[in-house]
Each structure stands twice: as C-alpha cells, then as structure tokens.
C-alpha cells in the first residue's frame, strides 16, 4: 500500500508557487474578477498563520496541492468554526491521492482545535465528483450553494 502524501504548512519559500496557484485556481473556478493583491494578501495570512492555515504537498518550488482554511465565525454566534476558502490539487497530480491528503489534513486540523469544519463546493468544474469524493470522506452533504450573476445561474 503507498504511503499517502504528506501535507505541510506552507512557508514564505512557497509565495511564488502559491500566487500561481492563486492565478490557476482562478482560472478553473472563479466567480468574480481576479485581484492580485488579494490573493497575495490571503497567502501571506496563510504563511503566517494569522487566523488562517495553509496545506501544502510537495516541495517548495513544486506544489502539488494546497488548501486554505480560515478560523471564522457565523454571524449569530461566539464559537468558531474552520472554513475551508479553497482546496485545489494541479491538474496533472489529479490521479493521485492528493485530495483525500487534504481531506485529512483539514479533518485532523479541526480535531486539533476542537472546532467543527465548514466545507463547501463552488464550481461548476467536475462539481459532482467532488461532492463525491466529500461525500466519501465525510459524510452525507449538509446544506448547498446556489449563485446568481446578473439575474442568471452560472
């Protein structure tokens, strides 16, 4: 049996490689208009872990896959949560057990601390068979995400 991939948190040696991602990610599933600084400003919170906490597997130069969580809170209560903003894997380490790595990873940050996680599927980019892959990892799907733009579904 292989050996799963190791997920590690990112460090400032990996900022190039993440704004690229940021770009792919973009690319693949966005929604609204693309902003730099944003993402450059999300990635070093991530690094730094200023609320936030970035996955990464593979080396630095080479990133494999990455996620994103953030420590937030719903508007009607105290308690935190984890919210995963992205999960993303390259297009050409699809085959491999990258997004179950992720999926571990996230599961076993919220365990650490003792918070539930908030995961989502916004895209309309092979959608069925990520809900199927969180389906397998983490049960039955609670709630959805529904998006209109100018009056229109995407």
């Known amino acids: ?90 297009p050409e380490h699809r085959k491999s057990d990258n997004a179950k790595a992720l999926l571990e990873f996230e599961k076993s940050c919220s365990k650490r601390l003792g918070i539930p996680l908030l995961m989502g599927v916004i895209s309309s980019n092979r959608t069925a068979a990520k809900i199927r892959l969180y389906e397998r990892r983490l049960g039955k799907q609670s709630g959805a995400y529904f998006l209109l733009q100018d009056g229109n579904s995407l």
């Not at 040696?13 to 208009?33: F, Q, S, T, W, Y």
């Not at 400003?41 to 080479?62: D, F, K, L, S, T």
């Not at 990133?63 to 949560?81: K, M, P, Q, T």
């Open 1 to 90: 049996m292989n050996k799963p991939p190791h997920v590690r948190l990112a460090v400032s040696a990996d900022i190039d490689d993440i704004l690229e991602l940021g770009r792919l990610i973009h690319a693949e599933n966005a929604v609204m208009p693309m902003s730099e600084e944003r993402i450059a400003e999300y990635a070093w919170r991530g690094i730094n872990q200023e609320r936030a906490v970035m996955g990464i597997i593979g080396p630095v130069g080479h990133i494999e896959a990455v996620v994103y969580l953030v420590i937030g809170r719903f508007w009607y209560s105290d308690n935190f949560h984890l919210e995963e903003l992205f999960s993303f894997v390259r």
